[in-house]
């Protein structure tokens, strides 16, 4: 995270168990201070602990561990993996971790590791194993790690990012209105290393309407995170106005231009005939001007245009 890509303050732990529940509606006790653990992990570690959530969603289908079928996963809701580390697919599960906020932060330290930084002492022995070639791969990218990086590297499915895009977007446009989103205050309540049963008072927050809920998901979904990147105060100020700015208006229609020097001399004749002829001539007069450009030849078949292309 930096200045120009933070977590928008409508996104708080609340809101994001709001929104967990509403698709898992038996949800265990012992995952209510889930997202406080992400909050916790990804501000110190400076990761888009929004998007890391919302791929835990995709990853566990809710924290049900159930594919599409309903049929359970290669991983275990005892494992406490919420991101598939080590579950390479044919039933091997992958990782396992003690409770809950380790596993949190073993997903966390991948991303890092994803971010192309080497992590000391990780939780997974997974990222222990890997990272190397992990960070080695990542930074001859020479850019911002984004989500569609992680397809077929996390997850074998090439539209991995499209479908952490989409279910950010639900949360955003339910939950998030446009004058919601900026920094979000790391000193405020619930920053905090999660406590247990914090979040049990303010289990319901309202959510926006739909008609003033429309996010700009699809940006931020495009960067996960963008370590190592300076931006300069006025840089995140410049970019801030950017995305606040209203659209720039359509542009005005092409305006005919005027009429030429021998366009203007020529006669105003009476009459339909009279008029057809004065423009004849005045064609006939310009018509050897016309720049006259010979035919290109064509390549009579598919092999001899390959072969001028080649």
Same mark, same amino acid.
């Given at each position: 995270m930096h200045r120009a890509n933070r977590v928008p303050?409508?996104?708080?732990p609340e809101r994001l168990m709001t929104f967990?529940? !509403? &698709?898992?509606?038996? =949800?265990?006790? &012992? %995952?209510?201070? *889930?997202a406080?653990?992400?909050?916790?992990?990804? /501000?110190?570690?400076k990761v888009r602990w929004d998007f890391a959530f919302f791929q835990m969603t995709l990853e566990t289908n809710f924290l049900t561990y159930r594919r599409g079928d309903g049929s359970?996963?290669?991983? &275990?809701?005892?494992?406490?993996? @919420?991101a598939g580390i080590g579950a390479t697919g044919g039933g091997v599960p992958g990782d396992r971790f003690s409770n809950v906020g380790s596993g949190v932060l073993a997903q966390i330290q991948h991303l890092v590791a994803y971010s192309g930084e080497t992590v000391t002492q990780p939780v997974a022995p997974r990222t222990a194993l890997k990272q190397r070639d992990i960070v080695e791969s990542v930074r001859r990218l020479q850019r911002p790690v984004r989500f569609s990086d992680l397809a077929r590297r996390w997850a074998a499915d090439? &539209?991995?990012?499209? !479908?952490?895009? +989409?279910? $950010?977007?639900? @949360? %955003?446009?339910?939950?998030?209105?446009p004058h919601d989103r900026g920094p979000i205050?790391? +000193?405020?309540?619930? $920053?905090?290393?999660?406590?247990?049963? #914090? =979040?049990?008072?303010?289990?319901?927050?309202?959510?926006?309407?739909?008609?003033?809920?429309? #996010?700009r998901g699809h940006v931020v979904a495009r960067t996960i995170w963008r370590r190592g990147t300076t931006v300069t105060a006025a840089q995140g100020e410049q970019l801030q106005a950017m995305e606040s700015s209203p659209a720039p208006p359509p542009p005005e229609p092409a305006r005919r231009p005027p009429p030429s020097q021998d366009t203007a001399r020529l006669p105003q004749p009476h009459g339909f005939l009279s008029? =057809?002829?004065? *423009?004849?001539?005045?064609?006939?007069?310009?018509? $050897? /001007?016309?720049? *006259? +450009?010979?035919p290109v030849p064509r390549p009579a078949d598919r092999a001899s245009k390959i072969a001028a292309n080649n």
């Open positions: 303050v409508c996104v708080t967990l529940q !509403s &698709r898992n509606a038996v =949800l265990p006790q &012992r %995952y209510r201070d *889930i406080l653990w992400y909050q916790h992990h990804g /501000e110190k570690l359970p996963g290669d991983v &275990r809701p005892a494992q406490n993996n @919420f090439p &539209r991995y990012a499209a !479908s952490i895009a +989409s279910i $950010a977007d639900s @949360f %955003y446009r339910d939950y998030c209105a205050d790391s +000193s405020a309540p619930g $920053a905090a290393s999660p406590r247990r049963g #914090a =979040l049990n008072e303010p289990q319901g927050v309202p959510p926006v309407p739909r008609s003033a809920a429309k #996010a008029g =057809l002829q004065a *423009i004849a001539s005045s064609m006939q007069r310009h018509v $050897a /001007e016309w720049p *006259i +450009s010979p």
